[in-house]
């Protein structure tokens, strides 16, 4: 509350202060429809993009965050900086696959994404492809996929851009900018570093406290209040991109991001320990970086990419066993090495035809090691594994339009994980535009398609050779999925439009890997289960214009996401199949609102998720499931116009109603919190380096 305090006098002595000085320079344009056919390549896909307001709202925003409130796909997470996986379509984060500027970012350890290690502020373009669609970008998506992108785009010369955030439990956000573009060249720095003690207050149900009386006998219980211990983190990460642009067909790109992340591990609330006498920490080294090439014409395009992957990963667990001497529980150490290639092509036929062609590879190179356990096999110690494997996609797809509302397209790709090889996956693709046209003078369009695959999922090196437990013979994932679904714009008056989208969906996945415990002791992963995800997933975005100045943006989402384990009983005991699967939730639904008014927006986001079962038998016992809940979010924003620079000043209150909630057994979530932003936007920058850049591009 000290912080939530002080952004409060901030903002009204810079208020005050600065409201008179400052111009209003905002320009407001007539209304314009604007209309356009589709890409060809998104014929039958089913998509979902974020704006960028969406991705640009603040810098303390992970992708988990963006994926959390602007669509249906329920994210599981363990509070910020720690842990954020998803369940796209009712199915595992492994099942998820996640592409930066076409490389892949799973791990191919555990073949999954942390989202909560991914800034908003990172990304320039993200979309969602359910189901089928991500075949059109590449293999092993039985979920969808999440393509992350960053694009060259600044304002002309020399810009900065620097913002400070504030909040509740001593959290410091920082992100800085710096950007150049001229006629051939755009250069961008990001840079942010977050770090937060992370020590928040909360209400711990899983213990309780007697109350007793003056004879020790237990008059009331009640549950305490804690703070969340061991939860710090330190998160630096920079972003550097080059573009050279020669003449009017060919781009150069070199994309580096470097993560440096130091972060604890939180206690879990029925850990009785003290904090002090234990560390539980996981560092992270990462460089991704990616060099591109494209070459574009009116009838084709041809694109290469090149990128290298280093993770060095580390997790250890200490216990002071007497004062000052600590014992090392575990000290795991992974390093991972990815080199990646990519080749597209794209051909195009009198507006009719798209043919294109991809191949990718990643070559993988992994180490992974406990150095405190040691298994004897023969005469050769071993403390995990190292292996090296070569992952190779292929696709050719045809997309066809024969009528203007009409689109066929089809996907064959083939995936080879080391040695062993995929069938060929089929996918196919339609759309069908029923009626384009005016209802009372205001357009109106109509879109159904319609999708099928097949698709196949390698297991991760964990699944095959992580020790102890890994299990070299497992079988991939695979499955049929289909897609049917709707799309409607329409206008209800000339100032409020309506997008309003429906799909349904129904997988049918074999062979679903699940680890299980073994008599030896430990955890092994077999391909045990069918599972069916079916269901529905709507989207409606509208806005509206109310006069005065005053506009109002809605985007909701919701789906109703079934997925059941059928396959086979394991043991007379088991009492799984038939049942939803652990920590899925079989309703979600998001909605974020934004009513702007000349230089001030308030923003709404609201997000619900159904009761998920941590079991497999979904009992409704207290830690068998964990309850519904609604989460609300809002925030305030100002901006301020001068000649010397431009002025934004946010306040962003999170849990607005001090929702006490769980995401994950035993992991305690923050109460209502507060954080304040400050936005700062030289132009003097900007002024001093365009007029040189005026005689640096005249042509002499």
Sequence with gaps: MKYFKIALIIINILYFRIDALAKDNTKHLDEVVVTARRPMKEIGVEKTEFDSLALKENIALSMADILTYNSSVYVKNYGRATLSTVAFRGTSPSHTQVTWNGIRINSPMLGMT??????????????????????????????????????????????????????????????????????????????????????????????????????????????????????????FQLLQEIYYQSGKYDRLGLNIW??????????????????????????????????????????????????????????????????????????????????????????????????????????????????????QQGDKAMVGYDKARLELSASLSAKWQPLYNLGLGIVLREDVFGDKKAPVIPAFFTDWLVTETYCRNLPLKLTLKGAVSKNYRFPSLNDLYFLPGGNPDLKSEQGFTYDAGFNLNFFLTKRFTVNLSANWFDSRIKDWIIWLPTTKGFFSPRNVKTVHAYGVETNIQSGIDLGKDLFLDLNGSFSWTPSINEGEKMSPADQSVGKQLPYVPEFSASLVGRLSWKTWSLTYKWNYYSERFTMSSNDFTITGHLPQYFMNNISIEKNFFFKPMDLQLKLAVNNLFNEDYLSVLSRPMPGINFEFFIGLTPKFLNGNISKRNIYENMDL
């Design 114 to 235: 942390d989202f909560s290690s991914i800034p908003a502020y990172f990304v320039d373009q993200a979309a969602l492809f359910h189901g089928t669609s991500s075949v059109n970008e590449t293999g092993g998506g039985l979920g969808g996929l999440v393509k992350l992108e960053t694009i060259p785009d600044a304002p002309p010369g020399l810009n900065l851009q620097y913002v400070q955030g504030i909040g509740s439990f001593s959290t410091f956000d920082e992100f800085l900018r710096l950007s150049f573009k001229n006629k051939h060249w755009v250069s961008s720095t990001r840079v942010l570093y977050s770090s937060s003690p992370n020590d928040y207050t909360y209400i711990n149900h899983d213990k309780k406290i007697n109350i007793y009386d003056e004879e020790h006998n237990i008059i009331g219980q009640y549950y305490p209040k804690e703070k969340n211990r061991s939860g710090a983190f330190k998160d």
């Design 258 to 375: 470097l993560i440096n992340s130091n972060r604890e591990l939180p206690m879990l609330t029925t850990d009785y320990g003290d904090e002090r006498e234990f560390e539980n920490r996981q560092r992270e080294n990462t460089i991704r970086s990616v060099v591109s090439w494209m070459h574009s014409q009116s009838s084709w395009n041809l694109s290469l990419k090149a990128g290298y992957i280093f993770t060095w990963l580390a997790y250890d667990y200490k216990r002071e066993i007497t004062e000052g001497f600590w014992a090392d529980m575990t000290r795991a150490r992974s390093h991972v090495n990815t080199i990646f290639g990519n080749v597209e092509g794209n051909y195009y036929i009198h507006n009719k035809w798209q043919f294109t062609a991809s191949v990718t590879a990643h070559q993988q190179f992994v180490r992974s090691e406990d150095k405190n356990i040691i298994l």
